[in-house]
């Protein structure tokens, strides 16, 4: 079992930064690769970016590819989104999820998610 708990969104201006960060409780939080997720209001939710369970491999979408940076750092059992040169488009709640697999683009694959957290980016 693993809990999740996102913070660190908030009101930005566009071209700002911002670091979300996602706590775990559970011994199993070591084991599953992590990913974040984002759904803007009508929109489906969309992966946006995930670790493996060491952080070493790392994935991105298209949309933020060079922009955000996922981390993990097992022995605080916290998961972070590093995110730069923030867009309007990004404006969205973000979540953050858990999957016993390696890594995975589908939310589908993800049998733990947090409750998210709102980010918002001003023009």
């Known amino acids: 079992q693993v809990q999740l708990v996102e913070s660190g969104g908030g009101l930005v201006q566009a071209g700002d930064s911002l670091r979300l960060s996602c706590a775990a409780s559970g011994r199993t939080f070591s084991s599953h690769g992590m990913g974040w997720f984002r759904q803007a209001p009508g929109k489906e939710r969309e992966f946006v970016a995930a670790a493996n369970w060491s952080g070493r491999s790392t994935f991105y979408a298209d949309s933020v590819k060079g922009r955000f940076t996922i981390s993990r750092d097992n022995a605080k059992n916290t998961v972070y989104l590093q995110m730069t040169s923030l867009k309007p488009d990004d404006t969205a709640v973000y979540f953050c999820?858990?999957?016993?697999?390696?890594?995975?683009?589908?939310?589908?694959?993800?049998?733990?998610w947090g409750q998210g957290t709102q980010v918002t980016v001003s023009s």
């Open positions: 999820a858990a999957t016993p697999k390696t890594w995975s683009t589908g939310a589908y694959e993800y049998n733990y």
